[in-house]
């Protein structure tokens, strides 16, 4: 069996098990995704994950068990590196919007590759500090995944939303601690356990909002 077609039979057997509605075109793109991170891989160390099996679960499965909780539609994604958890989220929801930030041009070119690779109309790299990007209009989600603690991702991304704007953060285990370190400026409103296939340890999702 070639790697493609491996990598084909953990995203759909992923997909059944996460039960989300993602059609086979949508589920080449992902694995075309995850072709071009490998390969850029080797030249610009995108990613400390290795084998493209591994990245199928680590990194796509991974992004898309957040989808039944993304009602919104204009997202940043903050300190994307590669594009997770932005790039496999704006293939699996093309009508939604994605800006994908990160610091480091290596990265920014490679999103940049991808969504023109890909056909993806709803991407938009971009390379900033997250403190210096300043939006023509409020986003509806800010988006991490392993940026920053809580307490510092409210710091630095807080003008990136309005009041009615919210913050999503995907941890590892259940953070108690930075949980209680959030300023009352911000309220936790809930957390979530994901579960991924195949994917050993914990995953949190937490919402928090302005107070």
């Given at each position: 069996?070639?790697?493609?077609?491996?990598?084909?039979?953990?995203?759909?057997?992923?997909?059944?098990?996460?039960?989300?509605?993602?059609?086979?075109?949508?589920q080449a793109?992902?694995?075309?995704?995850?072709?071009?991170?490998?390969?850029?891989?080797?030249?610009?160390?995108?990613?400390?994950?290795?084998?493209?099996?591994?990245?199928?679960?680590?990194?796509?499965?991974?992004s898309?068990?957040?989808?039944?909780?993304?009602?919104?539609?204009?997202?940043?994604?903050?300190?994307?590196?590669?594009?997770?958890?932005?790039?496999?989220?704006?293939?699996?929801?093309?009508?939604?919007?994605?800006?994908?930030?990160?610091?480091?041009?290596?990265?920014?070119?490679?999103?940049?590759?991808?969504?023109?690779?890909?056909?993806?109309?709803n991407?938009?790299?971009?390379?900033?500090?997250?403190?210096?990007?300043?939006p023509?209009?409020?986003?509806?989600?800010?988006?991490?995944?392993?940026?920053?603690?809580l307490?510092?991702?409210?710091h630095?991304?807080?003008h990136?939303?309005d009041?009615?704007?919210?913050?999503?953060?995907?941890?590892?285990?259940?953070?108690?601690?930075?949980?209680?370190?959030?300023?009352?400026?911000?309220q936790?409103?809930?957390?979530?356990?994901?579960?991924?296939?195949?994917?050993?340890?914990?995953?949190?999702?937490?919402?928090?909002?302005k107070?």
């Amino acid at each position: 069996m070639s790697l493609k077609q491996e990598l084909h039979e953990i995203l759909a057997s992923g997909i059944e098990a996460l039960a989300l509605d993602i059609d086979s075109h949508q589920q080449a793109q992902l694995v075309e995704y995850v072709l071009l991170m490998d390969k850029w891989n080797k030249a610009y160390n995108l990613t400390s994950v290795r084998c493209p099996k591994q990245m199928m679960v680590k990194h796509i499965l991974d992004s898309l068990a957040i989808m039944p909780h993304l009602p919104e539609s204009n997202i940043i994604d903050v300190g994307t590196g590669p594009g997770l958890p932005g790039m496999p989220l704006a293939i699996a929801f093309p009508e939604k919007q994605f800006t994908l930030l990160d610091s480091l041009g290596k990265r920014v070119r490679f999103m940049t590759q991808c969504a023109h690779s890909l056909k993806l109309q709803n991407v938009m790299p971009l390379q900033s500090r997250v403190e210096a990007h300043q939006p023509i209009k409020p986003y509806d989600i800010v988006l991490s995944r392993a940026f920053a603690s809580l307490k510092d991702m409210l710091h630095w991304c807080e003008h990136l939303v309005d009041s009615e704007g919210l913050f999503l953060a995907l941890k590892g285990q259940y953070p108690q601690d930075e949980i209680e370190e959030v300023s009352n400026h911000y309220q936790v409103i809930r957390t979530e356990n994901l579960t991924v296939p195949n994917l050993v340890g914990e995953r949190h999702l937490v919402w928090i909002k302005k107070a």
